[in-house]
């Protein structure tokens, strides 16, 4: 039998409610949002880390970087996992400085993926700007060995960039 791997798993709380409250409080364990939870990847990573997202919509922009490598996102069901954020080529707001991510469509990702060996399964990517608002890129990954098992990409122009 061969030994398993070492592995770590992180959880996000559920998205918030329309009160604006969760359903689960930070001090149980969870990060309160999906970025939290790929800033505690250790740099350097080489342990397969697993963050668990619950069923909701999770708005925001999410950026791994280069140094954070083994992360998957595992979702509940990508109709019910939905990670979306609304950049377009003209107007990015990431919270991560400009020359990390690029400007234009390289960098308009809602989810930009630049560590190694990421995978994700069941979540729908989704770059949420309206029609008509030009290039708005759903997920940009420029990493090596990513994979993604039962995902959905949605946008209105370019919605994948590998």
Known sequence: MASQQPRRVLRVA????????SASSPGEGFFRTVQEAIDA?????????????PP??????????????????AGAHPETTILTWDNTASRINHHQPTPLIGTGTFGCGSTIVEGEDFIAENITFENSA???S????????TADRCAF?????????????L
């Open 56 to 73: 909701g919509v999770y708005r925001q922009p999410l950026y791994v970087p280069k140094t954070k490598n083994f992360i998957t996102f």
């Open 149 to 161: 098992y039962n995902c959905r990409f949605l946008g209105w122009q370019v919605c994948l960039s």
């Open 134 to 141: 030009g290039q708005a890129v759903a997920i940009r990954v």
């Open 130 to 132: 309206p029609q008509g």
């Open 14 to 21: 559920p998205a918030p409610t329309l009160a604006g409250l």
């Open 41 to 53: 990847v250790p740099l350097s990573n080489t342990v397969r880390t697993t963050i668990v997202i």
